[in-house]
Every structure is written in structure tokens, then in C-alpha cells.
């Protein structure tokens, strides 16, 4: 089963190689991570994906919370939490095929941040299965280049 472990850590050095060779050593892969400072300049979101059944996910997590660095461990799995993604896609653009691509960007909401003599760099954001319909629609072109972020994920906030 696939799982969205979010962690908060202490901002400091060797903390995220602590964190994800603990689930490595395990025989985990992690699918996709991303690490940034929060709110709070001292600490920092570790939002990784990985595929674990549920006894060997438990076990993960309370190896993490055995450490240290990390303060607070969140799985946002069955939360229905808002996840997303950034990708840079670099797509061939001949000068005659440039409005194509350009108006597929607008639809998905996507921006123009480079153009080149032969190419148009475009940046989206947004949920796994949107950026792989971009991707698909960008293929027809030819993609030169592609750039993924990890997923980030944060809770939703709870109902009143």
C-alpha cells in the first residue's frame, strides 16, 4: 500500500539522512520526497511516499519516532489530504506549433517560464494525474525535458 508519512524534523544537518536511510535499511522505497523548512525556521516538513503493507509502515514509523531530530510523524494516507506536485516540462516548439502548446498550458493552468528558438519550457502544478495528462498531451510535441518535484502534502482542515 502505497503511504504519505509527513515529518516534522529539527532544520539542522544530517537530520534528512538520518530519516531516510532508517526506512532504506528496511528495504523501502521511498517513491518520491521532498524537504522544506516550515513556519518555523528551526524545523522542517519531511513529506515522503512509500509502498509498505501496514505491520511494516507501523514499524517505520515508530523506528522515526525513536529519533531524536524528528518531533511529530503524520500519515496523510487515508486523510484525503491535499497533495501536489511541480513539474517543468521542456517541449519542442517550432514557431508554427507554438499556439498548440501554448493554449494546452492555458487549459491546464500551466505557465510559460522559458522560451527558446526550438522550445518552450512550461511549469504546472497540481495532482499526479494531472501532470501526467499534460505529459501525454506535451509527448504528441515532443518533450525534450522533464523536472518533478517530490509531492507535498498537507491535512485538510477539519470540518466544523
Known amino acids: 500500500m502505497r503511504h504519505v508519512l509527513s515529518a516534522l524534523v529539527e532544520n539542522k ?45 507501523e514499524q517505520i514509523t515508530k523506528q522515526l519516532h525513536k529519533l531524536i531530530d524528528v518531533h511529530k510523524i503524520t500519515d496523510l494516507t487515508d486523510e484525503g489530504a491535499i497533495e ?42 497540481g495532482d499526479e494525474a494531472k501532470l501526467a495528462g499534460l505529459e501525454d498531451l506535451f509527448r504528441a510535441y515532443g518533450i525534450r525535458e522533464i523536472v518533478r518535484t517530490g509531492k507535498i502534502a498537507m491535512s485538510r482542515n477539519a470540518k466544523d
Open 84 to 125: 501536489r506536485e511541480l513539474a517543468l516540462f521542456k517541449v519542442a516548439a517550432e514557431p508554427e506549433r507554438r499556439s498548440e502548446i501554448i493554449e494546452i498550458a492555458n487549459i491546464f493552468r500551466a505557465k510559460i517560464v522559458d522560451v527558446g528558438r526550438s522550445s518552450l519550457t512550461i511549469e504546472a502544478t
Open 13 to 57: 544537518p544530517g537530520v534528512l539522512s538520518r530519516v531516510t536511510g532508517l526506512i532504506s535499511r528496511r528495504g523501502f522505497n521511498i517513491e518520491s520526497l521532498s524537504v522544506g523548512t516550515t513556519e518555523d525556521p528551526s524545523m522542517s516538513r519531511v513529506t515522503a511516499i512509500v509502498q509498505a503493507d501496514g505491520v511494516a509502515y
